[in-house]
């Protein structure tokens, strides 16, 4: 019997064109949302465990990279926004659970027309729940911390990105949605308001159902060939996530970090003409003179003033000068009390919002303020090998281990939760995990892409519908080959694209 023999044989099969009954329908929609509750709680313990390291990781930045208080905020934001989806998942799937055992067929077919809605509206309002809040997060603290020129340049290329990003996971999320649940929500009404009245089922409902039954009806007899993405593959995109993240973590931590910063010129040191412990005094004023600044009252300030320099600095004066001060630098966040001085002046080192000043200052001997001085600190100057350095230092080095073996550990999962990609029999091809079957003759063409740097293929139907097929990502891929040789019809055009499973 030669090729075209088997293949009349194979398409005079009643296997191939059964006709559906009401009952079968109704089984292979059970084994569709029951492969659907699977890949939900997939998902959920994936976006579980993502939650939890995206509040690990912005918890670090919180502790450690984040300087000012608006970006400190946008990590709360981001914790608060994982938790938040992490409970709304959980939440969503726990309430709509299966029928109990026992239930009618009509009572387990409304559990699912249930739960499916649920996951259906979860992703019709993906925006506000999710994408959103850690958009927000993000974004703030980003901004919050933003400086120069460059750091302005470099926070709008990230805000675009960011929105990009987003707006691709908002689609994905939506053809999901339009692809996968609001089909199977338009089946089971079908099924339950069939069941109940006893008219007839839609034709369409029922066509999309066919392969189901089809591979549940030759599960005994015809045995697909199955085969899962190739761990590589998945690890090729997996790892480098991982790691960026601890390259990102530990630039943030390079950038904040002074000591990697050549020091600027250092001035001639004072003359250590006051004693030090005179400086005391020194330190008392101060310490008012900072407080008075932060807290905006610029008068009680020019009352510490001598008379002198009251006539010299009047109200007025005294007032506008501290105002641009403020401005220019923000609030006073740290001092430093030197141990002491020249000709009667002590120099304070302070750490404003937006720079630093040294403070010199010179006291009558009633302590009141004889004479005030705020000059800028020379920002220091920085060296690309002095950074490389730090950034390559032991004490962030030291994470990179964990990080990649998180990323194994992440790829080794997402491998798992795959099951199998593709199986190949003589019935056609299946995939999502037998849920779509396309018969052999079904295919009318075949088309290769690339996504990335991996070869996959469109299986093109009479009609012009294409459907992806994983073809050089799977695993074993003589065993491939092998499987198309054995169960696809001579000349059928996937035949054409064996070539392309080779080892690179």
């Known amino acids: 019997m030669n090729d075209d023999d088997l293949k009349k044989l194979w398409q005079q099969q009643p296997l191939r064109d059964p006709a559906l009954s009401l009952a079968q329908v109704t089984s292979a929609m059970q084994n569709k949302t029951t492969q659907l509750r699977r890949t939900v709680l997939a998902r959920d313990a994936r976006e579980v465990a993502a939650c939890l390291i995206i509040g690990i990781i912005f918890g670090i930045y919180y502790f450690t990279a984040s300087r000012t208080p608006t970006s400190r905020l946008g990590d709360l934001i981001v914790i608060g926004s994982s938790i938040f989806i992490a409970f709304k998942l959980i939440y969503t799937r726990r309430k709509t659970p299966p029928a109990p055992s026992g239930a009618t067929i009509v009572e387990s077919l409304r559990a699912e027309l249930t739960s499916v809605r649920a996951q259906s509206q979860l992703l019709g309002s993906i925006l506000w729940w999710y994408l959103l809040p850690l958009g927000i997060g993000i974004l703030v603290g980003t901004w919050g911390s933003v400086s120069g020129v460059g750091g302005f340049v470099f926070n709008m290329i990230y805000t675009v990105g ?59 007899r015809v045995k697909p060939a199955e085969f899962k993405v190739a761990f590589w593959q998945i690890a090729i995109f997996g790892m480098p996530g991982i790691v960026g993240i601890w390259f990102f973590l530990m630039l943030s931590l390079t950038m904040d970090n002074n000591d990697w910063k050549s020091p600027a010129q250092i001035p001639t040191p004072f003359a250590q003409s006051v004693r030090v412990e005179g400086t005391n005094r020194y330190s008392v004023v101060a310490r008012k003179v900072i407080d008075l600044f932060n807290a905006g009252d610029y008068a009680a300030v020019q009352k510490l003033y001598n008379p002198e320099m009251s006539k010299a600095f009047p109200p007025k004066k005294t007032f506008d000068f501290y105002t641009r001060l403020a401005t220019g630098f923000g609030k006073i966040e ?7 001085g020249y000709r009667g002046w002590i120099a304070f080192g302070l750490h404003c919002q937006r720079g630093e000043l040294t403070m010199s200052l010179a006291l009558d001997a009633d302590d009141k303020i004889a004479g005030i001085y705020f000059s800028p600190v020379a920002k220091p100057s920085a060296t690309f090998k002095s950074f490389v350095r730090q950034f390559f230092s032991w004490q962030h080095l030291v994470w990179l281990p964990p990080f990649f073996l998180g990323g194994l550990l992440y790829s080794w999962l997402m491998q798992k939760l795959t099951k199998r990609a593709v199986g190949i029999s003589t019935l056609g091809v299946h995939l999502c995990k037998g849920q779509t079957l396309i018969l052999w003759d079904e295919i009318e063409e075949v088309r290769p892409f690339k996504f990335l740097h991996i070869q996959n293929l469109w299986l093109i139907r009479e009609t012009g519908e294409k459907t992806p097929m994983h073809w050089t990502p799977l695993e074993r891929h003589s065993d491939v080959k092998a499987a198309v040789e054995k169960f696809a019809p001579a000349n059928h055009p996937i035949r054409k694209y064996l070539s392309l499973l080779k080892r690179i």
Do not use: C, F
């Open 162 to 220: 960011v929105i990009v990003l987003y707006a691709w996971i908002y689609r994905l999320n939506q053809r999901a949605r339009a692809n996968q649940l609001l089909p199977v929500e338009a089946q089971l009404k079908s099924l339950i308001h069939s069941a109940e009245s006893g008219e007839p089922l839609d034709d369409t409902h029922v066509a999309s159902l066919r392969p189901i039954v089809i591979s549940m009806a030759a599960a005994d």
């Open 334 to 340: 740290k001092v430093d009390y030197p141990p002491g």
